[in-house]
């Protein structure tokens, strides 16, 4: 059973436009929502992160969009550029008791020049 | 430099020959986890340890082994590889368990024929 349900799986975007990957959840104890960037032959690598105390959360180009009420958050990468093309995970567990990460079954960005 | 290493990072092997995947990272991390990674699949977590002789099973532990007899290491031991652990492989490592920044290694590539 999937912890943490992404979409799409692969996003073809041109240069300069808006990418935005969803993922959804549903366990209510989760409280810490990273997403990663894995780059061709490399590990995955933490890209930005939220905790449910806020909405947004920015980072130069990247923002997570955050809904409790939902279980739904969300990246947007704003001018998407050709070296944004990545494979992206998003993730979620508990700071506190049993729960390790889960991660979401990953998204392939291309952004076209 | 912090880093996980891995080794080794391409591996094709034959059915039933015990083998070994070393990981170590030189952060005085106290948490450290093996993933694979499969395709539509994402990053499933196979073991994790706690710390020195603390380790406990993921997701998908059928098939492996693990140890930590030192902080920095944390090897994995498949016994008897099948073609269905045929995977990318990640080591990572991070401060603690919940809401903290997971380190990856670069990765070991297996077949299993």
């Known amino acids: 059973q999937q912890q943490v349900k992404q979409s799409p799986q692969s996003l073809i975007v041109q240069k300069g436009g808006i990418s935005i990957i969803n993922c959804a959840y549903e366990?209510?104890?989760?409280?810490?929502f990273p997403w990663y960037q894995q780059f061709p032959g490399k590990g995955p690598a933490l890209l930005i992160a939220?905790?449910?105390?806020?909405s947004e959360k920015k980072e130069g180009r990247f923002t997570i969009s955050f809904n409790k009420s939902a279980k739904q958050f969300s990246l947007h990468i704003m001018d998407s550029q050709p070296g944004d093309s990545a494979t992206y995970f998003c993730?979620?567990?508990?700071?506190?008791?049993?729960?390790?990460?889960?991660f979401g079954t990953g998204t392939r960005l291309t952004v076209i020049p | 430099e912090a880093q996980v290493t891995q080794n080794p990072r391409y591996l094709i092997t034959v059915t039933g020959k015990k083998l070994t995947v070393t990981c170590s990272q030189n952060?005085?991390?106290?948490?450290m986890s093996w993933y694979r990674q499969d395709p539509g699949l994402g990053l499933r977590q196979i073991y994790y340890?706690?710390?020195?002789?603390?380790?406990d099973k993921g997701d998908v532990p059928e098939g492996y082994k693990v140890s930590r007899k030192e902080k920095r290491n944390f090897p994995l031991i498949l016994e008897s590889p099948s073609p269905n652990q045929t995977s990318l492989y990640f080591c990572?490592?991070?401060?603690?368990?919940?809401?903290?920044?997971?380190?990856f290694g670069p990765g070991t590539r297996l077949t299993v024929t």
């Open positions: 366990n209510t104890a989760f409280d810490y």
């Open positions: 340890s706690m710390n020195v002789e603390v380790t």
């Open positions: 993730a979620a567990n508990a700071q506190t008791g049993a729960n390790n990460l889960f």
């Open positions: 952060m005085n991390h106290e948490y």
């Open positions: 939220i905790r449910p105390d806020v």
């Open positions: 990572a490592s991070s401060l603690g368990r919940g809401g903290f920044e997971q380190y």
